[in-house]
Every structure is written in structure tokens, then in C-alpha cells.
């Protein structure tokens, strides 16, 4: 009967309490980058380029003319 009188109580038991949560791993580390050889020879690039679309001078064509910027003095 006392009991009911004193309200509510936290739990205080070992399995009534919030479990303790590890430490979160260390990220991982990056790997060092490899330096290009010093004695090794460099690719020359592509002869016509990387890059080639066949319609893309096509699109040049086709926009407007661009507008001269007017002076405001």
C-alpha cells in the first residue's frame, strides 16, 4: 500500500538499464597514391581527340546571333 502512495520509480535492475554502445570503428585509411614512374613515358592523346559528336558543330549553326554589349556611359 505504501508503494502506491510514493509514485513511480526508475527501474534500477542490471536488465532494466540501457546497454552501453561500443565505440564506432576508426574510418578506414586511404591508400597512398601511386606517383607515376619517372622513367616511364606519358601517352600522347588521341589524334583526332577524346571527344567527337557528329552533330555538334550542327548545333552551333542553329543558335542566334549574339548580341553586341551596348555601352552605358
Known amino acids: 500500500m505504501e508503494e ?3 509514485g513511480w520509480e526508475t527501474p534500477r535492475r542490471e536488465e ?4 552501453v ?8 585509411r586511404k591508400r ?4 607515376p614512374e619517372l622513367g616511364k613515358e606519358r601517352r600522347e592523346p588521341p589524334k583526332g581527340g577524346y571527344f567527337q559528336p557528329p552533330d555538334l558543330e550542327s548545333l552551333f549553326v542553329l543558335a542566334p ?9
Open 4 to 6: 502506491e502512495l510514493q
Open 32 to 35: 597512398p597514391v601511386a606517383l
Open 21 to 28: 554502445v561500443p565505440q564506432c570503428p576508426a574510418p578506414p
Open 65 to 73: 546571333p549574339r548580341r553586341q554589349a551596348s555601352s552605358c556611359a
Open 16 to 19: 532494466c538499464r540501457i546497454p
